[in-house]
């Protein structure tokens, strides 16, 4: 029996700007239900793929595939996605209502039936009873939703979103997170995500594909990308503080779960301060400033410029310096 082809399928996608690269060479598949993040630093290209996947960017080079047929060439509109943009991109003039409903409008519902599945979007996202509103009365937490039902409206098989969260502040935009999670999974819809904060990708995403100036250097699932990143460099962007240069072109990754305290060796305390999680400590090592975040239990094991650690060999990573 012939295996179903991927939802999307992008095979060596290359995108220039006169004499810049902005994506080169990348392929990648999602799959239908999928939530695969894109993240990387400014400027590595993410958005720029997102708006070739959209129909909005043609490669250089290469081919997208929607459902098995070549898309490359073709207009959004025939594409069956939705598209949440940075800055939501709503429409002053319409209210809640009419802009949810402008996607279904354009695939060419009546209005009647636009308004129907409009409601049911803006039901999905709790924005029940605001239909009548204008955007300017909402808060930016209600004009993210607004952007999310509106690109719902349509029911498509692929809902993309480029940084959907980054104009918020950090309390909403870890509300929202948890409210998007909901939401992706009961559409049942592929989801392309671009993003530069860990924390989204990690809460989101069931894949992730880090990029580093046009290229997708690692992809695979989240857990495991964050666990093993594969080079020095993505190893500190994914948020790594224990990278130790050794001689050649590897450094040596000790991450905190390789950490045991409260047993063997006796390290030096060179600093202790109050952080947002818990306690940042760091410790004198021979190989350098390691740095650690106790719990409040574990910061009774600091006994004054003291402490008690032990590093499990085995947990560490040797990797190349590509920084």
Partial sequence: MRADPPLLELSAVSRRYGGTVAVQDVSLTLSPGET?????????????????????????AGQVRLNGQDRTASPP??????L????????????????VAYGPRRRGQGRLAAKTAARAALAQVSLDGLERRRIHELSGGQQQRVAL????????????????L??????????????????????????????????????????????????????????KVFRRPATAWAAAFLG?????????????????RAVTLGVGEVWTVLESVPGVSG?????????????????????????????????????????????
């Fill in 36 to 60: 695969l993040a894109l993240l990387g630093p400014s400027g590595c290209g993410k958005s720029t793929l997102l708006r070739v996947i959209a129909g909005l960017e043609r490669p250089d």
């Fill in 77 to 82: 509109e025939q594409r069956n996605l939705g």
């Fill in 84 to 99: 949440v943009f940075q800055d939501y991109a709503l429409f002053p003039h319409l209210n809640v209502l009419d802009n």
């Fill in 149 to 164: 039902a509106r690109a719902l409206a349509p029911n498509p098989a692929l809902l993309l979103l480029d940084e959907p």
């Fill in 166 to 223: 980054s104009n918020l502040d950090e309390q909403l935009r870890a509300s929202l997170r948890q409210d998007l999670g909901r939401l992706f999974a009961d559409t049942g819809a592929g989801v392309v995500l671009v993003t530069h904060d860990q924390h989204e990708a990690r809460a989101l995403a069931g894949r992730v594909a880090l990029m580093r100036a046009g290229r997708v250097v690692q992809i695979g699932e989240t857990d």
């Fill in 240 to 256: 790594e503080r224990n990278l130790y240069p050794q001689p050649g072109v590897e450094v040596l990754l000790v991450p905190e």
């Fill in 279 to 323: 306690i940042e400590v760091t410790l004198d090592h021979r190989l350098g400033a390691l740095r650690l975040t106790l719990s409040p239990r574990e910061a009774g094991l600091v006994s004054g410029s003291e402490m008690q650690a032990e590093i499990d060999r085995d947990q560490c990573l040797v990797l190349l310096d590509d920084r």
